[in-house]
């Protein structure tokens, strides 16, 4: 049972990181229709600007009260190269073709990658990332469960951030823009809606949240390299769709669900039966965690909360 | 027509730079065997990645090398011959090697070779040495498959000019076994990222570790491009190991080593060479001191003829430090110049005494500074040394130097 607990735990940790990604995929795609592949590079982005920071900024010192300015750099870096990315990249190609706007964010994407790579000193291999006191160290224990202090952390900044989200979206003027512009864009325009404006502030968000997910990876797993974007952004944009794309609730929820079975599967494929534990494990939890994705979205495929995309045909 | 015109003229190029490589191999040739009318000139080889990321171990490589032959010659070792010594980069990959291997083969003057660094190089650069009969010392290469083939069961020596200096992995496994039973420790989970390396390494501990009469308590498996070990670590804690025995290489031993104690496994995470690196202590964090690594041959500064290598190494004045295989390249460079005193002597040319030389490398038997230097049927060192190293105060620090038994 501890064992069980102890999977859970660990599953809601990453279920939190892949949901703190995944809402800025699905805050975009209700509002432009647009799969920012580039999203998950905000997010290493976001680490970069943390570490930086505190190698630059903060003299490598690891008392708490770096940690908000650590937070205020990473969300700085992501926020900056997201506002850029939609003003060059993507606001000229607003009404280009479905397609080209993809490519474009593959091009984004691989970009970035290769901009810190061969720019950020020393990132062409793992770095360390500071362990700050408080928030690293020591493990607590409850019961025969193990709760690290970085999950916490992970957890407590996602829910923090889905609150002020929701009410960001549901009760300022702005996130009723939002809504309006996910609904019809060209109404919300006639009714003096700044539309260019309301998708600026939803790459943003996204891009915030992103921002706070690149420290708490780095506070978690204690080192970041510039290819953590690619991976991390694969599993978060796959949590939004299954939560079901364009909805909020849906990629936290998303998220979470994701997270879970990837740490339960990694625990129990290893005792299954007919020889297929060979399949078992950490290095088939992949495969499995898509299996299951596909099942899930073979049956409803709006995903787990329904999508929330108006069909404009 | 313009397509006719074009195969003309492609042609026409195509002899004109046969032609001139025609040009090129007989001036090469006429160069060193007029050389030596006196003196006669023979020349050392250095394959290893002398650019890259590798380039510092590669360098270490080149410059210890440069140190013997500059010793040998000092000294007159072989009578009326003059020793070269002719570096070529393989930047540690298998294809530039394959190349650079071909370009040291064709130089007649070549009669040793010393490289390469990886592996995976190696196994391209093997044939091409063989077939020129140039002797080629790794001071490197842990592989057992380059020695002995691919069916471990059933070792068969690959090829007869390919030696090694230093120690190979299907050692290093049951030496880290021996090592942890020894004190005390008879219950430890494995982990491996499923690489011939990794795998490899644990196959080889699991099986001294068991005959020793320890349990492994859990057998997981990561994938390396991952950096998040947590699910792994949940799943070998209930399980009670008194260590972590870890096959794979530092980007990834080093923050799993994190993620172990930060989630509450204080116990110490052992691994091979592979994880023997300053930056696997920069990844791992404060909480990494008392991990082990383990790691071929002794510390170079611990035995007097390695602190004199190391000494005469710094008076020659070299850009780079020796690294870790300066020893193991010092030493193969004198394996190679012990045999060619005796190849060398009633030789013509030096390309006539390849084959004498790979003779006499099988026989050679002197003290080098990393131990006994002798090779067995296989070509490899016939000294077993192994070292465990223990982070310290942040840095790994040698802890134990044995004899595998």
């Known amino acids: ?313 | 027509m313009p397509q006719r015109s074009l195969i003309r003229a492609g042609g026409v190029l195509l002899a004109a730079s046969l032609a001139l490589t025609a040009c090129g191999s007989r001036d090469s040739g006429g160069g060193s065997n007029s050389g030596g009318t006196t003196t006669k000139t023979a020349k050392i080889g250095v394959i290893a990645p002398l650019s890259g990321d590798l380039s510092a171990l590669g360098k270490g490589i080149q410059h210890s090398v440069e140190l013997a032959v500059k010793q040998a010659n000092d000294s007159n070792a072989i009578p009326g011959w003059k020793l070269e010594v002719y570096a070529v980069d393989d930047e540690g990959k298998a294809e530039v090697g394959k190349n650079a291997a071909t370009k040291l083969a064709a130089d007649d003057a070549v009669v040793g070779v010393v490289g390469n660094l990886n592996s995976s190089v190696s196994q391209q650069t093997q044939p091409v040495f063989a077939a020129a009969k140039i002797t080629q010392i790794s001071p490197a290469n842990t592989n057992p498959t380059l020695t002995k083939g691919a069916d471990a069961a059933n070792p068969k020596r690959t090829y007869a000019t390919y030696f090694r200096t230093c120690t190979t992995d299907a050692i290093q496994g049951p030496f880290a076994a021996q090592y942890l039973l020894a004190n005390g420790m008879t219950k430890v989970a494995t982990i491996h990222d499923k690489k011939a390396y990794g795998q490899g390494l644990v196959d080889a501990f699991t099986a001294e570790f068991k005959k020793g009469g320890g349990t492994v308590t859990s057998a997981q498996t990561i994938n390396p491009d991952e950096s998040n070990y947590q699910a792994v670590v949940s799943a070998i804690s209930p399980t009670g190991p008194q260590a972590v025995y870890y096959g794979g290489e530092y980007p990834q031993a080093g923050p799993l080593s994190q993620q172990m104690k930060a989630a509450g496994l204080n116990v110490p995470l052992m691994g091979g060479d592979g994880i023997y690196d300053p930056k696997y202590v920069d990844l791992a964090g404060k909480t990494s001191e008392g991990d082990l690594s383990t790691s071929v041959g002794a510390p170079t500064d611990s035995t007097d003829a390695g602190k004199k290598f190391l000494a005469d190494y710094d008076a020659a004045k070299y850009a780079e430090p020796a690294a870790a295989y300066g020893g193991y390249s010092y030493d193969a460079a004198n394996a190679i110049i012990n045999a060619l005193k005796v190849s060398l002597k009633d030789a013509a040319n030096a390309k006539a005494a390849r084959d004498a030389t790979t003779t006499e490398v099988g026989k050679v038997s002197f003290d080098g500074v990393t131990g006994k230097v002798s090779f067995d049927e296989y070509g490899d060192a016939t000294s077993k040394v192994l070292t465990v190293y223990k982070v310290t105060g942040g840095k790994w620090v040698a802890a134990k130097t044995d004899t595998f038994k």
Not at chain 1, 165 to 184: E, H, I, P, Y
Not at chain 1, 273 to 280: H, K, R, V, Y
């Open chain 1, 1 to 313: 049972m501890d064992l069980f607990m102890q999977q859970l735990v660990n599953g809601v940790t990453l279920g939190s990181l892949y949901a703190l990604i995944a809402v800025g995929y699905t805050v975009v795609y209700g509002i432009v229709q647009l799969i920012n592949f580039a999203h998950g590079e905000v997010f290493m982005i976001g680490a970069f600007g943390a570490l930086g920071t505190w190698s630059y900024l903060l003299g490598e010192s690891t008392s708490i009260w770096v940690l908000p300015i650590m937070i205020i750099g990473a969300v700085a870096a992501s926020t900056g190269t997201a506002v850029i990315m939609e003003r060059f990249a993507y606001r000229p190609l607003r009404h280009a073709p479905r397609l080209a706007p993809l490519i474009t964010a593959i091009g984004v994407s691989v970009f970035l990658q290769e901009a810190v790579r061969l720019f950020y000193p020393g990132a062409k291999s793992k770095l360390p990332f500071p362990q700050i006191d408080v928030v690293t160290g020591p493990a607590f224990k409850l019961g025969g469960v193990v709760i690290q202090r970085a999950a916490l952390f992970t957890v407590i900044a996602l829910v923090i951030c889905a609150l002020l989200l929701w009410l960001f979206v549901n009760r300022t003027k702005l996130g009723r823009g939002m809504l309006a512009v996910s609904q019809d864009p060209d109404t919300a325009r006639l009714m003096g809606i700044n539309v260019d404006r309301i998708i600026v502030v939803a790459f943003a968000l996204g891009a915030i949240l992103a921002g706070v997910a690149g420290v708490a990876q780095g506070l978690q797993n204690s080192n970041i390299d510039f290819r953590i974007g690619f991976l991390a952004g694969l599993k978060a944009f796959t949590a939004a769709v299954l939560g079901g794309i364009g909805n909020i609730e849906g990629a936290v929820v998303g998220g979470l669900v994701l997270g879970v079975v990837e740490a339960l599967v990694t625990q129990y494929t290893q005792y299954l039966p007919f020889g297929l534990s060979a399949f078992g494990g950490s290095s088939w939890k992949d495969v499995w965690t898509f299996a299951l994705l596909i099942l899930v979205l073979v049956f409803r495929p709006q995903g787990l909360m329904g999508a929330r995309v108006v069909d404009r045909a």
